[in-house]
């Protein structure tokens, strides 16, 4: 089966972004002590904030929180970009694309949670070999982080191409869950929301993103996700952002100890079964330890100098190197 995003579908998306951006209401001043954030409707960062405000952390550093829906990670962007949101969640990589092309934006780390490779047990693959003439659906574009790093590994482990000795194809997330549930698909890449509910349900995690980071010479995870804000925003408001990064690092604590707080969010995570609520909340707490959300720069620049020769400039942009003020700091969450 091969199956591929229609031409176009990008453009239409970015349409439709800029016209929510356009419909947002701007501010003629800012309310103080209220960050907007984009937020995907549907997307993990809404835990996060729920039970930030649940706890009254938010109250506690002097804050509010103005959650601003968003219905596709383009409209987030496009958002901060236009002054309609504060802040978003997004890669560092697109923080540091944007930073080349003179937009100044500023990342803290928010997660290190990645996805994997998963397969169905009946489908014989017992190792990256055996995906050689297999098809893989990737989630994402032939750019994403985590297909660029698994090529990266392949090359490196098993003397694999797979763009040339696999059958690469590319799929949104939640098809590509229901193509490898329905035997239409023996491998599937794909992001770790989508990926604790296939192992929930049954399927072989082949290999964890962060096995594979470490495979190619990470000592540990790299954080990807985090908060993203513009330098003038954070330079304005430089005591609002440390509340709020606080009022974070309290959040992930309860988030990591507390079972009873991930009860109280199983209407808003949508799991469809038990095993999906645990899988969720057990991947989640996975990506929100405190020693692995630390930025290692040396190590970063490496991960980006890796990417920047898998992906190119589609990938990266004008800038083949890493701008190391991309991070607000490196080696702690609060400024």
């Not at 990417?307 to 890493?322: C, D, F, I, N, Q």
Request: include cysteine; glycine fraction near 8%; proline fraction near 6%.
């Amino acid at each position: 089966m091969r199956f591929s995003c229609k031409r176009g579908i990008s453009s239409l998306i970015a349409v439709v972004a800029l016209l929510v951006v356009v419909c947002l209401p701007t501010r003629a001043a800012d309310k103080a002590g209220t960050i907007r954030i984009g937020v995907l409707q549907f997307g993990t960062v809404a835990w996060t904030l729920d039970t930030l405000k649940h706890q009254g952390f938010d109250k506690a550093g002097g804050f509010e929180i103005e959650v601003v829906p968003m219905a596709a990670p383009n409209a987030a962007q496009i958002a901060l970009q236009g002054g309609a949101v504060d802040m978003i969640t997004t890669d560092w990589l697109w923080v540091n694309r944007n930073r080349a092309d003179g937009r100044k934006v500023q990342f803290v780390a928010n997660s290190t949670a990645l996805g994997g490779l998963y397969v169905r047990g009946d489908s014989g693959i017992k190792t990256l070999s055996d995906l050689k003439g297999r098809e893989i659906g990737i989630a994402g574009t032939p750019v994403d982080k985590s297909w660029l790093f698994l090529q990266a590994y392949a090359k490196k482990t098993a003397g694999l191409d797979l763009k040339k000795d696999a059958k690469p194809s590319f799929a949104a997330p939640p098809a590509l869950n229901e193509f490898i549930l329905r035997d239409k698909l023996p491998a599937v890449l794909n992001f770790w929301p989508y990926g604790a509910r296939l192992k929930a349900a049954g399927m072989t995690e082949l290999l964890d993103m962060k096995a594979v980071l470490k495979g190619l010479g990470l000592e540990k995870p790299a954080p990807m996700v985090g908060w993203v804000f513009t330098e003038s925003w954070s330079q304005a408001h430089p005591e609002l952002l440390k509340r709020f990064l606080v009022a974070v690092d309290k959040t992930n604590a309860v988030l990591r100890d507390s079972d009873p707080a991930w009860v109280r969010l199983k209407p808003l995570m949508k799991a469809a079964t038990d095993a999906d609520f645990a899988a969720l909340r057990d991947a989640h707490r996975d990506g929100i330890r405190p020693d692995e959300l630390r930025v290692d720069l040396p190590a970063i620049q490496r991960l980006y100098a890796l990417l920047a020769e898998e992906g190119g400039e589609e990938l990266v942009g004008k800038s083949p190197t890493l701008d190391p003020a991309t991070f607000l700091q490196a080696g702690g969450s609060t400024p």
